[in-house]
């Protein structure tokens, strides 16, 4: 039973110096290692869910990981100011004209477009159309969210470039949805 526990791990390491036998050891030291080498692997497929993901150093692994994270926390972020700015606007808009008009926003981040559109309820072919417009620029879409709040809809469309060398041109995309939501 003492093998067993060796081989898996159930033993902490022994100390320097102590009189454990090399090959007890030795087989410490080696399921640590593949125990460290699977959660690096789990950390690059997280950073990097392709499948033909580049081979990493350990040490280059833990500084994409860390200027990842660092990346989505500044998109957080950015993400409550948007939030934030888009929802005293249409409040602005409300007041004034006793109707809130379509509102949104267009986001570049490297061959991907954002778009955050927030409409009436009742305008049920804003989201249709707004999709339109990122596939007439070679942008298809990845994926939408939305959700509501009271008589608004709030839509977050992800899309990726066809050819990410040639990229989508925001403002273009900004154009065609400014004239789509002013409407006749």
Known sequence: MEGFHLLF????MPRRGSKVPT???N???RNRRMFTKDLLSKLASLINPTPRAPKW???DLLDQATAHVKQLEQRVEMLKQRKQLLESSTDETAGMRGSMSTVFTVTELDSAVEVCLISRSNDKFILTRAL???EEEAAP???VSYSRAGDRIHYIIYSQAVCSR???DSSRVHGKLKRLTAGP
């Open 166 to 168: 040639i990229g989508i």
């Open 9 to 12: 791990g159930k033993e902490k």
């Open 141 to 143: 879409v990845v994926f």
């Open 57 to 59: 150093k350990s040490l």
């Open 132 to 134: 339109d417009v990122l």
């Open 27 to 29: 087989v410490l030291e």
């Open 23 to 25: 090959l007890t050891r």
